[in-house]
Structures are given as structure tokens and as C-alpha cells.
């Protein structure tokens, strides 16, 4: 098996990653004692968990980062079709949670899988887009077998339902195949022709319209379908520019649902106000910066879309959660990379840093003959008595 050299981890990438982690750890707890008091019992229930999955998440990206990018490249068809058996088990057995069947519960855990098969849809595409550019000009041999590949995953996610994810997943394939070199008439021929399925697919869910006609005018139904919404925009509204002080906000106290998760950049804005909130998206802004930079850096069209990707959902993740917090989007349980409490969530986003840093780690490293290495260090040492 051949070796290779490592260069140490992009310093600002790593440095925004642990401080963003820091900063979760400060507000989930901030967020959840109270809740986890009332519902397990113990103020520090919630908070301990987190404090154990942001370990294995650290230990999940220095692993992924370890693997040379060839051994992504060679192993995508496989993990895609690993996690689209993952998707199909999830509907069969999955656990359903407010009306989504969107969990599988393995030794006593509850995990979400697409947040673990989003980065093996990024490895896909990039494979199948470094490996048949004479295909791309093609729309059948060309854009047709990853079209294929993307319908298959949305139905399965619209199953669950999670459109959320699924219009993520799109909106990342247009974004590489644009970047990939598909043909511009192809791409606007299929987003021409996306318009009334996603119309479709939205009107025939009533849920999906009452979130729709919510963020439209949430105060209208403020104790109905735009009571998150509501209570959302009075805490970043209480907040102001400085905020009420950290621990001090009272919307995360039964006020609004899923403060430590989808909701947890409503509790940042009540509490550290309008400077905490520039203040994250700063750091988070020095990650997706560093992503793109070791994109244009990488050296093969499979790293640069690699990269590309990982980072694109990584950056529509954190917008799509302040986004939809502040109503400017419509509500979506999308957790916040990095700081919305979930151990799904956050191995998912460990294993897309993980595989930007994989590239960047490898980036002109060259391979380590041990063997050779060895005699010749054997020989010295003959030489030297």
C-alpha cells in the first residue's frame, strides 16, 4: 500500500473549526439546561452528550482527513451505494419523529443517515465528473446517469420526508455541474423544466404550504403553523445590538421549540445580539473561505469539485439555519454546521471538513518508501560502527 506524506492541517480552517465548536459548547448549554432539566432530569444531560460528540466528531475528520483523495476517488460508487441502502432501511425500519421517518436508533443511539450520505453524493458527483468529461457534451451518456443517481436520492428523501435536504442536494449538483463542465443549455433546459416539479412537490404537501403561507406572514397564525417563526423573530428582536447577556434570554425557555437545534441562532441573537451574531458568521465566513482557496489550489478536477462541494454544503447549511431562523427563509429543521446540537449532524459536517482537509493535507505530498527508508537507515548505522 503506498504511502504518502501529510501536510499538517490548514491552520485558519482548523482554528475556525475549534472555535466554533468552543462556542456551541457555550451555547447549547445555555440553551438547554433548563430544557434538559425538565425532560431528563439533569441541567447537564444535554450538555454532557454534546460534550462527547464533539470528540468523536474531531476523531471522524482527522480520520478522513488521513485518507489520500484516490481512495475517495476509487471507493464513490461503493459509499453511494452503502448509502442508499442506508436510505432504503431507514423507511422500513426507521424511527418516526413528528411525522418523519428520517432516524434509524443502533445501540441505544438515534442517528439521522443522510447527514452521513451527503458527503458520499459530493465523493459521487466529483468521481463521475473528473472521470467522463468526453461525456458531459451528452446529455444522455453525459448528465443523464448522475440525473438519475439525484432522483433516486430525492425520492428517497420526499419518502421520509425531508425536502429540505433534498433541494440542498439539488441545488449542490446544479452548483458542480455548472463548475464541472456540463453544457449550460442542458442545465437551463433542467431547471426550466424543475420549476412545476417542485411546485408540484411542495403544493402536494399541506404541511409544506402551511410553512410556506407562515413565512410569508407568520404573524398571521403567530400561535399556529408561524408560532417558531414568531417567537424566533421577538428573540432576535429582544437582542438587539448587544443582546441580553449570555444566559440571560427567556424565548429558549419553552418558548421556542428547538432552541439547542434548528432554532439556536435565535437564542445567539437574544443573548449576544447583533455583535455575537457578526461575530459567528466571521468565523464561519474564514472556514468557507479557506474551502474555496484549497479548491482552487487542488490539483486534479476530482479534488477541486471535491472540495468544491463539501464546502458549498457546508456554507448552504449555515445560511439555510440563520436564513430560515430570521424569516427569510421558510422554516426548515437545518442545523447550524458546527453549533446546532445533534451527533448526526455534527459527524456529517466533521466528515465534509474532513474530506476538504484530505485534499489539502495531500497537496503535492509526495509517497514514503518505509522500506527504502529503512535500509537506508540500516546502512548508516553499519556505516557509522
Known amino acids: ?59 471522524v475528520m482527522w480520520a478522513v482527513s ?4 484516490s481512495w475517495w476517488q476509487a471507493m464513490a460508487i461503493p459509499l453511494l451505494l452503502i448509502g442508499f441502502v442506508f436510505l432504503i ?23 439521522q443517515p443522510i ?26 451518456h453525459g448528465l443523464m446517469p448522475m440525473l438519475l443517481m439525484l432522483f433516486f436520492m430525492v425520492g428517497l428523501l420526499l419518502a421520509q420526508p425531508d425536502f429540505g435536504n433534498a433541494a440542498l442536494l439539488m441545488g449542490m449538483s446544479f452548483c458542480l455541474w455548472f463548475v464541472g463542465g456540463v453544457p449550460l443549455r442542458h442545465l437551463m433546459g433542467l431547471f426550466v423544466a424543475a420549476i412545476p416539479v417542485v411546485t408540484v412537490i411542495v403544493l402536494a404537501a399541506p404541511y409544506r404550504v402551511a410553512r410556506l403561507t407562515s413565512f410569508i406572514d407568520p404573524w398571521a397564525d403567530r400561535f399556529g403553523v408561524g408560532y417558531q417563526l414568531v417567537q424566533s423573530q421577538i428573540a432576535f428582536g429582544v437582542g438587539g445590538v448587544t443582546g441580553a447577556g449570555l444566559g440571560q434570554g427567556v424565548q429558549k425557555l419553552f418558548y421556542l421549540p428547538e432552541s439547542f437545534t434548528d432554532f439556536i441562532s435565535a437564542v445567539i441573537g437574544e443573548e449576544l445580539g447583533l455583535i455575537g451574531i457578526l461575530s459567528l458568521i466571521a468565523v464561519f465566513s474564514v472556514l468557507i473561505i479557506r474551502g474555496f482557496i484549497i479548491a482552487k489550489r487542488a490539483g486534479t478536477t476530482f479534488t477541486r469539485l471535491l472540495v468544491l462541494g463539501c464546502t458549498l454544503l457546508l456554507a448552504a447549511a449555515f445560511i439555510i439555519n440563520f436564513g430560515a431562523a430570521m424569516g427569510i427563509f421558510p422554516t426548515k429543521g437545518m442545523p447550524m454546521p458546527f ?42 548505522q553499519e556505516v557509522s560502527v
Open 1 to 59: 500500500m503506498t504511502k504518502y506524506a501529510r501536510n499538517p492541517m490548514d491552520v485558519w480552517m482548523l482554528m475556525s473549526i475549534l472555535a466554533l465548536l468552543l462556542f456551541s459548547v457555550i451555547m447549547v448549554g445555555s440553551a438547554s439546561l433548563e430544557v434538559a432539566d425538565v425532560r431528563y432530569g439533569s441541567p447537564w444531560h444535554i450538555l454532557l452528550r454534546w460534550c462527547c460528540y464533539i470528540p468523536v466528531g474531531l476523531l
Open 339 to 380: 453549533i446546532s446540537y445533534g451527533g448526526s449532524a455534527l459527524i456529517g459536517s466533521c466528515m465534509l471538513a474532513g474530506l476538504i482537509f484530505s485534499v489539502q493535507r495531500h497537496l503535492g505530498a509526495k509517497t514514503v518508501n518505509k522500506r527504502a527508508n529503512r535500509k537506508t537507515r540500516a546502512s548508516f
Open 115 to 140: 447527514e452521513l450520505i451527503k458527503p458520499f453524493f459530493v465523493l459521487y458527483l466529483a468521481y463521475y465528473l473528473a472521470n467522463f468529461q468526453e461525456r458531459l457534451p451528452s446529455f444522455v
Open 66 to 69: 488521513n485518507v489520500h483523495p
Open 89 to 111: 432501511v431507514v423507511l422500513v425500519i426507521g424511527s418516526n419523529i413528528n411525522g418523519a421517518t428520517r432516524w434509524l436508533s443502533l445501540f441505544g443511539m438515534t442517528i
